[in-house]
């Protein structure tokens, strides 16, 4: 069954066939348990017919009754987004502030329609994708006068394939397995894979700024855009399709990461490439942090172009590579459609090595083309099988708090910027989970000018009292990596979470035109209102 057509879970992410069973809950709980010391017990999963909502506060037109609901079950799914909190909360079936109405548009007119009628009742309109979002960013604002969520799933299609310049116009609603079973028959692939892919949509990664699994070279959804196709309430934004252009400020800069507050994305051109064939990879052990990190920025400079250069810190790797805990893992892999990858892993680990990277020779992966298994065995496989996919929830309610915030800086000020921020949040957590709590790192993307490190964190909150010890570490967070120089979201998106960060760091100008822009685009400020800026 196609993705988009497929019933979302409302406590978990993905769909209700991600769902954990109550048997792998129960065993969760007797893991916490222990650790605990004290008995701990899933809480039952409620029905959704039965949560309590607000009342709607729209009343539908006879012409848009057709794809525009105000049933209690789409009310409910559409409230939140996918952050472990907004899961938490609809596992203990509080659902604060859901939409009022639920549009699904199945086409171009269709969507016209329901923004034109939220343009003029005043309603907030609020683009939805795969709901993937961990920044509050499709959430229902506090104070509107009503709210209409515009799932995008109707717009499901691939229209349009260009073998000869290798790209395709896809619509917004297309969810990442969907396109790639539509490309693989032609040989071709995005190759755009978020960690959220079984689950978002081709629209969300553009209005998000996606960052997707390839370390260096192409990660973020920038540089797979050629065109957009988008509506605000002044009428429709379609860029011209083009390689690239010299011609001004572009067109798509401006609306890849608008995160909804300009308009509605319809539909994308986007660049393809052949599937890979070719294949290296290889887990290199350091004995130091620096000394891995050293290493990466060496290989990152050489301009080798590897499409996985991940390093794991010492925590890191011990959890999901079974390393002892003294240190660094760093994973490196290559791909290609046509040339054979072999040199270019051997010049990689040959770099590692200089720093004091260990690797034995037969533990170095290469498929010729032949299709060989490679970064399935040992430390590189253990991390493989960790990583791939989400949690889908079997923690949820037992008392764990978790959660990551990502970042980028420069490498002149890396050792720095990582010893301060791990001064600043492991106090911060501290204070409110106690010394069992845990601090990780890893590198997902490097650029030759600086790494971007994904901080990870966890440990134990009293129930009930998750948010605000939440709260209190995610504000330590925001506050030392923009205090340290570096960026308050690397790929998460901004939202409404990261606004205090955001607010910081962008300058003040920019901030004056994007205003200007929303109030020429959006002048009744009803697009996904305090995201980015201020209603």
């Given at each position: 069954?196609?993705?988009?057509?497929?019933?979302?879970?409302?406590?978990t992410?993905?769909?209700?066939?991600?769902?954990?069973?109550?048997?792998?809950?129960?065993?969760?709980?007797?893991?916490?348990?222990?650790?605990?010391?004290?008995?701990?017990?899933?809480?039952?999963?409620?029905?959704?017919?039965?949560?309590?909502?607000?009342?709607?506060?729209?009343?539908?037109?006879?012409p848009?009754?057709?794809?525009?609901?105000?049933?209690?079950?789409e009310?409910?799914?559409?409230?939140?987004?996918?952050?472990?909190?907004?899961?938490?909360?609809a596992?203990?079936?509080?659902?604060?502030?859901?939409?009022?109405a639920?549009?699904?548009?199945?086409?171009?007119?269709?969507?016209?329609?329901?923004?034109?009628?939220?343009?003029?009742?005043g309603?907030?309109?609020?683009?939805?994708?795969?709901?993937?979002?961990?920044?509050?960013?499709?959430?229902v604002?506090?104070d509107?006068?009503?709210?209409?969520?515009?799932?995008?799933?109707?717009f499901?299609?691939?229209?349009?394939v260009d073998?000869?310049?290798?790209?395709?116009?896809?619509?917004a609603?297309?969810?990442?397995?969907?396109?790639?079973?539509?490309?693989?028959?032609?040989?071709?692939?995005?190759r755009?894979?978020?960690?959220?892919?079984?689950?978002?949509?081709?629209?969300?990664?553009?209005?998000?700024r996606?960052g997707?699994?390839?370390?260096?070279?192409?990660?973020?959804i920038?540089?797979?855009?050629?065109?957009?196709?988008?509506?605000?309430?002044?009428?429709?934004?379609?860029?011209?399709?083009?390689?690239?252009?010299?011609a001004?400020?572009?067109?798509d800069?401006?609306?890849?990461?608008?995160?909804?507050?300009?308009?509605?994305?319809?539909?994308v051109?986007l660049?393809?490439?052949?599937?890979?064939v070719?294949r290296?990879t290889?887990?290199?052990?350091?004995?130091?942090?620096?000394?891995?990190?050293?290493?990466?920025?060496?290989i990152?400079?050489?301009?080798?172009?590897?499409?996985?250069?991940?390093?794991?810190?010492?925590?890191?790797?011990?959890?999901s590579?079974?390393?002892?805990?003294?240190?660094?893992?760093?994973i490196?892999?290559?791909?290609?459609?046509?040339?054979?990858?072999?040199?270019?892993?051997?010049?990689?680990?040959?770099?590692?090595?200089?720093?004091?990277?260990?690797?034995?020779?037969?533990?170095i992966?290469?498929?010729?083309?032949?299709?060989?298994?490679?970064?399935?065995?040992?430390?590189?496989?253990?991390?493989?099988?960790?990583?791939?996919?989400?949690?889908?929830?079997?923690?949820?309610?037992?008392?764990?708090?978790?959660d990551?915030?990502?970042?980028?800086?420069?490498?002149?000020?890396?050792p720095?910027?990582?010893?301060?921020?791990r001064?600043?949040?492991?106090?911060?957590?501290?204070?409110?989970?106690?010394?069992?709590?845990?601090?990780?790192?890893?590198f997902t993307?490097?650029?030759?000018?600086?790494?971007?490190?994904?901080?990870?964190f966890?440990?134990?909150?009293?129930?009930?009292?998750?948010?605000?010890?939440?709260?209190?570490?995610?504000?330590?967070?925001?506050?030392?990596?923009?205090?340290?120089?570096?960026t308050?979201t690397?790929?998460h998106?901004?939202?409404?979470?990261?606004r205090?960060?955001?607010?910081?760091?962008?300058?003040e100008?920019?901030?004056?035109?994007?205003?200007?822009?929303?109030?020429?685009?959006?002048?009744?400020?009803?697009?996904?209102?305090?995201?980015?800026?201020?209603p």
């Amino acid at each position: 069954m196609p993705v988009w057509n497929q019933p979302r879970s409302f406590w978990t992410w993905g769909n209700v066939s991600d769902e954990p069973t109550q048997a792998e809950r129960e065993r969760m709980a007797r893991v916490v348990s222990e650790r605990l010391g004290r008995e701990v017990v899933p809480p039952p999963v409620p029905k959704l017919e039965e949560v309590a909502l607000t009342a709607t506060r729209v009343s539908i037109p006879e012409p848009l009754a057709g794809f525009v609901s105000t049933s209690h079950r789409e009310r409910a799914l559409h409230t939140y987004g996918g952050h472990s909190l907004e899961l938490l909360k609809a596992l203990r079936g509080q659902f604060d502030n859901p939409p009022d109405a639920v549009a699904r548009p199945r086409d171009e007119a269709e969507l016209e329609a329901v923004l034109a009628w939220c343009d003029r009742q005043g309603y907030a309109a609020i683009p939805y994708g795969g709901a993937t979002s961990v920044v509050w960013g499709v959430n229902v604002p506090a104070d509107s006068n009503g709210a209409v969520t515009i799932d995008m799933a109707g717009f499901h299609r691939v229209l349009e394939v260009d073998d000869v310049s290798r790209a395709a116009r896809i619509e917004a609603g297309v969810f990442g397995p969907d396109l790639e079973d539509h490309l693989r028959p032609q040989g071709l692939t995005l190759r755009h894979f978020p960690q959220s892919f079984p689950w978002s949509t081709v629209g969300g990664w553009v209005a998000t700024r996606s960052g997707g699994h390839y370390a260096t070279n192409h990660t973020h959804i920038d540089d797979f855009v050629e065109s957009i196709r988008m509506l605000t309430p002044r009428g429709w934004w379609t860029s011209r399709r083009l390689p690239g252009s010299g011609a001004g400020p572009s067109p798509d800069r401006l609306v890849i990461g608008s995160e909804g507050i300009l308009g509605v994305i319809t539909s994308v051109w986007l660049r393809l490439q052949k599937r890979p064939v070719y294949r290296a990879t290889a887990g290199v052990v350091f004995p130091s942090w620096t000394a891995g990190s050293e290493a990466t920025r060496h290989i990152v400079q050489a301009k080798l172009w590897p499409a996985n250069l991940r390093l794991l810190d010492p925590v890191e790797a011990q959890a999901s590579a079974a390393l002892d805990g003294q240190q660094t893992l760093l994973i490196v892999g290559f791909e290609s459609a046509d040339v054979p990858q072999g040199p270019n892993v051997q010049a990689a680990v040959g770099i590692a090595r200089e720093f004091g990277g260990q690797v034995d020779d037969d533990a170095i992966r290469i498929d010729d083309g032949s299709g060989k298994a490679t970064g399935r065995e040992g430390a590189v496989g253990a991390w493989r099988q960790s990583f791939i996919g989400v949690n889908a929830g079997v923690g949820n309610g037992l008392g764990l708090l978790s959660d990551t915030f990502e970042t980028a800086i420069t490498w002149d000020r890396w050792p720095e910027f990582d010893a301060f921020v791990r001064d600043r949040v492991g106090r911060a957590l501290t204070e409110v989970l106690g010394e069992g709590a845990r601090l990780s790192c890893r590198f997902t993307h490097v650029y030759p000018d600086g790494p971007a490190p994904y901080y990870s964190f966890s440990g134990i909150a009293p129930p009930g009292g998750e948010p605000d010890a939440w709260q209190h570490i995610k504000d330590a967070a925001t506050q030392a990596v923009v205090d340290a120089g570096g960026t308050c979201t690397h790929h998460h998106a901004v939202g409404r979470m990261h606004r205090p960060g955001y607010d910081r760091q962008v300058p003040e100008l920019f901030q004056a035109s994007l205003r200007a822009v929303k109030q020429t685009l959006d002048p009744g400020g009803i697009l996904n209102p305090g995201v980015l800026i201020d209603p």
